[in-house]
């Protein structure tokens, strides 16, 4: 049984920073790209970031470019989302995700579809 769970939400002013985490089990961890999504009331949910199987490359959304930096520690079965200089569009539920590739080296997944499984999200929010 796969499971994803994150942790690290909170709540936040404007200008702070907070790290996400997930722990994988029930998988291969370095077969799957790994990624964050959010999903802000009343929208879609949206890729953040994502990383290869290597943890070599980096996928970012425009929006949280320089900001955010997403990693894997492949020993631990984690991947963190490190994320700065928060504002009020950064609030949202964040959703760690795994889909699986045979590429070791890039980041090919960038819609919900690609990623099949997920964890249970957690909630960020930026008060301004």
């Known amino acids: 049984q796969v499971q994803l769970v994150e942790s690290g939400g909170g709540l936040v002013q404007a200008g702070d920073s907070l790290t996400l985490s997930c722990a994988a089990s029930g998988l291969t961890f370095r077969n799957y790209v790994m990624a964050w999504f959010r999903q802000a009331p009343g929208e879609e949910r949206e890729i953040v970031a994502a990383v290869s199987r290597s943890g070599d490359n980096q996928y970012y959304t425009d929006s949280v470019k320089g900001r955010f930096a997403i990693s894997r520690d492949s020993a631990k079965n984690t991947v963190s989302l490190e994320m700065k200089t928060l504002n009020a569009e950064d609030t949202a539920d964040y959703y760690c995700?795994?889909?699986?590739?045979?590429?070791?080296?890039?980041?090919?997944?960038?819609?919900?579809?690609?990623?099949?499984?997920w964890g249970q999200g957690t909630q960020v929010t930026v008060s301004s």
């Open positions: 995700a795994a889909g699986r590739t045979a590429s070791l080296y890039l980041v090919p997944l960038k819609t919900q579809s690609d990623y099949r499984y």
